[in-house]
């Protein structure tokens, strides 16, 4: 498709639509280079707007992530370094001195609805409801069943804070969710947080969905990619929705993923990308993104600007006039539209318990414990060249950079994944296996055995 140019003003408070997916492998789209995968609507959605290429979650792991795309900041901000532990259940949650992207677009008069996903806070308080979002139907989890007779995982659903029957199949009752809100709400601003469980674990599925995938052997793939074409199946229904009531034109839509994919639990593919979720080499932060606006964004357009989930943030209040003051995010329109080039961020820091990374440029430090690895991302896509050695200067100063960054930062408040004793130096050693080429299953190291 051709790239079509952009007028020079947006309309006024759009419709604003973020889709996010649950550990997605970059290699999973189409439209990222995925070859055994099935994702037509998505790849058109990408072939409709603008498909990033260097764009990145705020963190490895779910929660932190969604906590930097619900309030535009890092999340380290407020303590928040990984998922909920069972000991914190009652603690963790988003900062109430806070205020939420849904909670800043209600004052600009917009109608909020979120479906699917939540795992920011378990209490009355920290619930969906409470954080902005006029009507929820889904699960405060991390994980959840995904059929109403699925063997194992949560069947807590929850409408409006209040028990809800379990539907036959969450993916498609999530997106019947988000539809009904788009035909109910026509006539005003409305913001969809579409939060999928799909395609996070456990690998479960339809008979009806497996059957569009029978010639993939292995029982686990097979499952997977089952799961991978109903949330894309999601994807096309939300876009007829708009388009059946005339409203495609005046709708951004974002699509992106909470951090990369587990291969060794799922079978998520991150294409040419090294590393799995939880670590910060480029496979478990780098995501497949695309924001989508026709006549605002151009199509056929794909942008290698550095971008990050708490842009999302920024870039949705602008897009509805809304103020972004004090947001780490940036608002990325004028990257998406040509307006501006380069990167939106000259530095991006991660943190965690184990691993931390500084993006710069081409370049890109990882931490795991207390090593440090460097790459040139330009000429090593892949993070299987260390050059930490050959750029001992370098190396120092952007350990530098990330130890001022994070002396800015809360103490963590909430962790998960606390290293054990008998792990330490572990970890290391896990990323230079990966670097290495030789890496192996990371799931007894990351989580002892424990739930993820």
């Known amino acids: 498709m051709p790239v079509t140019a952009a007028p020079s003003r947006p309309p006024v408070r759009p ?25 037509p609507n998505i790849d058109r959605l990408a072939a409709s707007g603008v498909r990033m290429t260097d764009f990145y979650a705020n963190q490895a792991t779910c929660a932190p992530s969604r906590a930097a795309l619900m309030l535009g900041k890092y999340q380290q901000r407020f303590g928040f370094f990984g998922n909920p532990g069972a000991r914190n259940l009652e603690s963790y949650g988003l900062p109430g001195s806070e205020r939420t992207l849904p909670e800043r677009l209600k004052a600009r008069g917009y109608a909020t609805a979120m479906v699917g996903k939540w795992h920011l806070g378990y209490t009355p308080p920290s619930s969906p409801n409470a954080r902005g979002f006029d009507s929820f139907f889904g699960f405060l989890e991390g994980a959840f069943a995904y059929t109403a007779h699925a063997s194992s995982g949560s069947k807590a659903a929850l409408r409006d804070g209040k028990p809800a029957t379990m539907p036959a199949h969450t993916t498609e009752a999530f997106t019947k ?17 579409a939060s999928y469980n799909a395609v996070h674990a456990p690998l479960q599925t339809t008979q009806a969905y497996l059957d569009r995938v029978k010639g993939i052997k292995d029982p686990d793939r097979r499952t997977y990619l089952a799961m991978l074409l109903a949330l894309d199946d999601g994807v096309g229904e939300i876009v007829k929705a708009l388009e059946r009531n005339g409203l495609r034109q005046n709708t951004l839509i974002v699509f992106t993923s909470d951090n990369g994919g587990p291969t060794w639990q799922t079978t998520s593919t991150n294409g040419p990308l090294n590393g799995v979720k939880v670590t910060t080499l480029e496979g478990g932060i780098r995501v497949p ?45 004028p990257y998406l539209r040509g307006k501006k080039s380069g990167d939106a961020h000259r530095q991006l820091f991660w943190e965690s318990t184990m691993f931390g990374a500084v993006r710069e440029g081409r370049w890109k430090l990882v931490r795991a414990e207390g090593d ?32 001022v960054w994070a002396a800015t930062m ?29 890496a192996v299953n990371p799931r007894p190291l990351l989580y002892g055995g424990g739930p993820e």
Do not use: C
Not at 26 to 36: K, L, N, T
Not at 375 to 394: K, M, N, T, W, Y
Not at 416 to 434: D, F, I, N
């Open 15 to 39: 419709n604003i639509i973020v889709i996010l997916a649950d550990d997605l492998g970059y290699g999973d789209v189409g439209a990222y280079g995925g070859r055994d995968v099935q994702t």
């Open 177 to 193: 969710e988000a539809v009904d809100f788009i035909d109910q709400h026509k006539s005003s601003p409305f913001f969809i947080y």
């Open 289 to 333: 993104t695309i924001f989508s606006w026709p006549g605002v964004v151009p199509q056929g357009r794909t942008s290698a600007t550095v971008g990050i989930g708490m842009d999302i943030t920024a870039t949705a209040l602008r897009a509805a006039n809304a103020p972004t003051d004090g947001l780490d995010g940036v608002n990325l329109l």
């Open 372 to 403: 440090y690895f460097l790459f040139d991302l330009h000429s090593d896509l892949g993070e299987r060249r260390d050059l930490a050695a050959v750029h001992p200067r370098r190396v120092a100063r952007m350990k530098t950079a990330l130890a």
């Open 410 to 438: 809360a103490p963590p408040g909430n962790w998960m994944m606390t290293p054990r004793p008998e792990s330490k130096g572990k970890y290391a050693q896990l990323v230079r296996g990966y670097v290495d080429g030789a």
